[in-house]
């Protein structure tokens, strides 16, 4: 390499040294995060195109119920809109996308929005649930997107953070 290249990419090192964000320098995460491009991320966020997937559960099941919800946050961190169209699972006959009502066109989710499917709130219905979903187990869901594709994302089976008695 002749003396005036080096110099040229010594000089392309440093500027984009210079130019990167200050939160790729961060090393400090807290014990639950990585470190990602985006920044600090839970240590369960999937990456599909511009979406960030996180927190994704589905509640424990009680003997006797072929029913379940699945709640997960998703982050639009792109330029352009995406939609989530709705979700399969080898463990389930079908799973809808429900806030009021069915949403059968699925839910838009615009550059810097963020999706919280919630108890009480939108939600993923599993409906003839194969076997009972126990807490500590995992379940695979593939959500369908309008642009991300099918992104297939592990599913904690945890004890939902509401009583039997209360309903959901």
């Known amino acids: 390499m002749s003396k005036v290249a080096f110099r040229i990419f010594a000089a392309m090192v440093g500027l984009a040294w210079l130019a990167a964000p200050a939160v790729a320098e961060r090393d400090d995460c807290p014990e639950t995060q990585m470190l990602h491009l985006s920044g600090c991320v839970d240590l369960d966020t999937v990456m599909a ?41 080898p463990a389930a006959g079908r799973i809808e996308l429900k806030g009021d009502g069915a949403l059968d066109g699925g839910v838009a989710i615009e550059p810097g929005d963020r999706l919280d499917l919630r108890p009480g709130g939108l939600h993923l219905m599993l409906t003839g649930v194969y076997g009972r979903l126990i807490a500590g187990n995992e379940v695979e869901v593939t959500l369908d997107f309008e642009k991300a594709g099918n992104v297939v994302i592990p599913f904690a089976v945890r004890e939902p953070p509401f009583s039997a008695a209360a309903g959901h």
């Open 49 to 89: 195109a511009d979406l960030q997937l996180s927190g994704a559960w589905i509640g424990a099941m009680r003997p006797g119920e072929q029913a379940t919800s699945a709640h997960l946050t998703i982050l639009n961190r792109g330029e352009t809109s995406d939609r989530l169209l709705g979700a399969t699972s």
